[in-house]
């Protein structure tokens, strides 16, 4: 009585090394440069630092003009705030006023 018996190739051993390489660069490569990957990490990273930065700017600015309006608030008007505003808006200087443009 024969038997054929079935040879072992080298090929059927490598089949699953191979899929599993393969599954692992594909998560390799889209750790390294994927939509939530670490160079967008670091991108965010940069964005948020300068909008922060921005934001710091326009507190202050509008810190700034918070204060300015106190000035202008009924009850607290100070001379030279209203004088300044009148002046500005009405382009008048005196004669012996000295104007610096900025």
Known sequence: MRTIQKRQSHIGRLIVPAITVSFLAYFAIH???????????????????????????????????????????DGTLERDMIDERARRALNVTTDDEIVILR
Do not use: F, M, N, P
Not at 56 to 69: A, F, G, N, P, W
């Open 31 to 73: 750790a390294q440069s994927g939509r939530y990957s670490l160079e967008a990490k670091a991108a965010l990273s940069r964005e948020l630092a300068e909008r922060g930065a921005k934001l710091d700017e326009v507190t202050r600015l509008r810190e700034r003009l918070e204060q300015r309006v106190q000035l202008l608030h």
